[in-house]
Every structure is written in structure tokens, then in C-alpha cells.
């Protein structure tokens, strides 16, 4: 296993529960809450974050905006709009690539050492799970191998059936091609 592997760690929790530097949300274009893991999320951090999150103007799908983290035991939160799964010939692919490269990219700006992704765009926006997955991985790599992001980056899987498609992909080891 080459060192690149080290950074990424894949878990099974609720991401609300994780003590790293920046969780990821998986939000909307309001940025003021909805249901699955922005719910969650918004509900574990309390009502201050809403009021953050009316101040930001909204987020362009694909883009990533940093709030504070207020009750929860990480820093900071990443919001970031995945894309809505509308049979794969909408730029999905493009935009979901986008979300985590736009949010590797706030947390190495903001000298991030540990950021934790939920499994974006799988829930209620239907992305298909194992091309997400490949996607994020193919992502991450790119951040890990160029030095764009020197952190530590947790996979959270809110369902076995998601970290069992990372564990796999990994095992596989198509993603590290240096
Ligand atoms: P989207 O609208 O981007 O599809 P969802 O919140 O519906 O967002 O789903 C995204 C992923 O988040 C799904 O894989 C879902 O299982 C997962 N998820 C839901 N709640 C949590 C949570 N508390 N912690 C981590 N992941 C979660």
C-alpha cells in the first residue's frame, strides 16, 4: 500500500459525531437546511448556523462555502451543492467532481489538517453510489498526489453498502497512479 492510501480512512458514522477540522454537508442551493445529512447537521449545530448560512447568499451547485461549527465537536463545515442525478448527461460528473475539489481546496486554504465527506449526492439527489464513489476517490487522489491537500481526509459512510464499495475500490487500487 503506498503512502497516498494513508491519508484516506473510510468510516461508518454519523458525520455530526466526528471531532476532524471541517465536515462536509451535503446542502442545497439555499444553504438553509433540508433533509438528510444537512438536516443532521443543522440540527446537531444548532440555530446559530442557520443564521450563518442566511448570510451567505446561497451556493452555486458544484461550489463549496465554510461556516463555523458551532455545537458540533468539529471546527469548521464545508457546505457544498452536489448535483441532482438526472441520468448522467447533465454535467453530474463534472459537478460532483467539483464539490470535493472545491472543498479540498477551502480546507488546504485554511491550513484544514483533517476534513471528513459524506457520500455526496447519493441520498435524495440519486447519484448512482458506486460511480459517486469513484468519483470522489479519483478527486481525492488528484488533491493528494499533486500536494494540494496534505491532510487527512475521512470517507463517512452513513450506510455499510457505501464503505463497502470504498473498501473495494480501494482494495483495487485504480486510483493511485504515481
Ligand atoms: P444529497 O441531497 O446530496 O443526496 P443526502 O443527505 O440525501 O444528500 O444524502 C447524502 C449521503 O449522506 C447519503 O449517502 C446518506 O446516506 C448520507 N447521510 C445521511 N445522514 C448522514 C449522517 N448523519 N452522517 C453521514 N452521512 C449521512
Known sequence: MKDTYKQIQVVLDDITRLNVDAIVNAANNSLLGGGGVDGAIH??????????????????????????????PCKKIIHTVGPIWKGGDQREAQLLASCYDTALK?????????????????????????????????????????????GDILLCCFLPEDAQIYEQLLKEHLYDKS
Open 106 to 150: 477551502l480546507a488546504e486554504e485554511n491550513q484544514l489538517t483533517s476534513i471528513a465527506f459524506p457520500c455526496i449526492s447519493t441520498g435524495v439527489y440519486h447519484y448512482p453510489r458506486k460511480e459517486a464513489a469513484k468519483i470522489a476517490l479519483e478527486t481525492i487522489f488528484k488533491h493528494i498526489r499533486n500536494g494540494a491537500y496534505k
Open 43 to 72: 440540527r446537531a449545530a444548532g440555530k446559530e448556523l442557520l443564521e450563518e448560512c442566511r448570510t451567505l447568499g446561497g451556493c452555486a451547485t458544484g461550489e463549496s462555502k465554510m461556516t463555523k461549527a458551532y455545537k458540533l
